[in-house]
């Protein structure tokens, strides 16, 4: 049986630490020792700074054949609020974020029933023309998984054109929680986790960069929480492809009723990040999304592990048609003064982490 002090003396010699004992933290009040040790996991990998970016979502359409249950976002054609946007609209809005300073464009959206391949493949090779000097960060193994069917591609083949319209990376959004009991109740129709994994891995060996996020304050337990962060952690064994850990706190409104009302707690949130911490000892960044904590939780988890602010968002839709409270967007000021009076080191990155300059 784990201790403390045995989990302790283990993040503290730098070693990994067992699933069990990372469930034992999860059963663990003691948020402000769990914090500590993760800041102490995080300070060895990442010293003071506290990274940012300046990007731009655009989320090109909210038609989704999936419907997931917590998803507030998705709409079906012809449903109030449906929309796509057309090509020049997207790189007007890229065009706009490359000017007010953006060095990257963030793109996900609903699996829509009626665009072809190719537009996803034009959309990118429009915004690299538009906005040359953008990053493109685009599309979730959910997505790419939707691209090969409706295409006939293998999935190789998805990246290769993709890669070859321009995009850059992929932001780690569909994981939700991998434990497929969980995933069979909060969203049946989408890929299985054991695809989602897959898909990654063909990602990392076509040489693309991703993240890897978890949705968490809803059906799941402790148990799938970890158990979905240690398939992560296997993977990233294997290839190294992971950037970033992102956790996202469940936003309850406008979703499926049957998920639950309550949100996330911020003991939840603070315990959560930092767990992660310490258990993915091979990922270089966690990352609070504010969006989803609010700035102020996002300000206090830099105390508890975490070393990544997503983000100037300028415009948000799928935590905020969910509820969340936070504003649209932080000014890259608003940011910097966050990190700067947590006593960290601001410091803004491009999509690969290369540092470009201090604050
Ligand atoms: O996969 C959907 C989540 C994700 C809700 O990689 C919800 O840099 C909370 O993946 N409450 C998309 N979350 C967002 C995403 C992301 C965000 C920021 C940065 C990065 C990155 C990735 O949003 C979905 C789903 O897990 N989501 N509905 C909701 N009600
Ligand atoms: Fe569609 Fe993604 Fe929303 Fe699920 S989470 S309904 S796949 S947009």
């Given amino acids: 049986m784990p201790t403390f002090n045995s989990v302790a003396e283990k993040v503290r ?5 067992s699933t069990e004992e990372a469930l034992f933290l999860f059963a663990s009040n003691d948020l402000l020792a769990i914090g500590e040790l993760a800041a102490l996991a995080n300070e060895r990998k990442n010293g003071r700074q506290v990274f940012f970016n300046v990007n731009r979502h655009i989320n090109p359409t909210n038609i989704c054949v999936n419907r997931c249950a917590f998803c507030a976002f998705s709409r079906t054609t012809g449903e109030a609020g449906a929309y796509t946007l057309e090509l020049d609209e997207i790189c007007r809005r890229a ?10 464009v963030h793109m996900v959206g609903g699996l829509h029933p009626d665009l072809p391949f190719e537009f996803y493949e034009e959309a990118l090779s429009a915004l690299r023309r538009a906005a040359p000097s953008l990053h493109i ?11 090969a069917r409706i295409s006939g591609l293998s999935i190789e ?4 054109r993709l890669m070859a319209a321009g995009l850059g990376s992929m932001p780690g959004g569909g994981a939700e929680i991998l434990v497929e009991e969980v995933r069979q109740k909060i969203c049946p129709e989408k890929i299985s986790g054991q695809r989602w994994l897959d898909i990654i891995r063909l990602a990392h060996r076509a040489g693309l960069k991703t993240n890897a996020t978890m949705l968490y304050g809803h059906l799941e337990d402790a148990a799938d929480r970890v158990a979905h962060m240690a398939m992560l952690r296997d993977l990233q ?5 992971f950037q970033a850990f992102i956790p996202l706190a469940f936003q309850p409104e406008n979703s499926d009723l049957k998920l639950g009302t309550r949100g996330t707690s911020g003991l939840d949130d603070l315990k959560t990040l930092a767990i992660s911490r310490i258990f993915l000892d091979n990922f270089d960044h966690i990352k609070a999304y504010w969006i989803m904590l609010g700035e102020k939780i996002a300000q206090v988890a830099l105390a508890f592990g975490v070393n990544d602010l997503d983000g100037t968002v300028v415009e948000e839709r799928i935590g905020h048609d969910a509820g969340a409270r936070s504003p649209q967007s932080l000014t890259m000021a608003g ?16 999509t690969l982490y290369r540092p470009l300059r201090s604050f």
Avoid at 237 to 241: H, K, L, N, Q
């Fill in 237 to 241: 064994d294997e290839t190294g492809g």
């Fill in 157 to 160: 083949q998805v990246f290769q």
């Fill in 335 to 350: 940011i910097v003064r966050l990190i700067t009076l947590a006593d960290r080191v601001p410091v803004e990155r491009d």
């Fill in 13 to 17: 010699a730098n070693q990994r630490i």
């Fill in 137 to 147: 960060k685009a599309f979730t193994a959910v997505e790419i998984d939707y691209f």
């Fill in 95 to 104: 065009v706009e974020a490359e000017g007010d300073g953006a060095t990257e």
